[in-house]
């Protein structure tokens, strides 16, 4: 798989479908995925109102598919070029901004699609 590198590192690199949150109150910079987030998770919540929360996009990622949920809730999310299939609810709440960037093509394949 390469150097690791991102936010999360471990030397395991078999995360599972899992939930990933990035949250901050009181920091001056951006989040962004990284390069260890797997193809295929559970659900992205972006709640940092302060900085952007960006989706990885080094060369040769695959499309990041959602099988829960994509919320943004607070502050901006942007996607890059990665390439997004949701299966679940997409929702954005409290001022939440989702910047799909330069994605070739984001899927919205669940029922539950808002904006609160």
Known sequence: MGT???AIQTTIRQFGVSRYIFNANNINYGQTTGRAI???ISTLIADNPVQIVAISNYIGAQTLKIR???VVNHGPMQ???RNLEIFGNFSIW???VFNP???AYISFLGSG???H
Request: charged letters at 15%; zero cysteines.
């Open 113 to 115: 699609n808002s904006k």
């Open 4 to 6: 690791p590198g991102g």
């Open 101 to 103: 960037g330069n994605a």
């Open 94 to 96: 409290n001022n939440g």
């Open 79 to 81: 996607t890059g070029n």
């Open 38 to 40: 797997p193809d295929s």
């Open 68 to 70: 829960d949920s994509l």
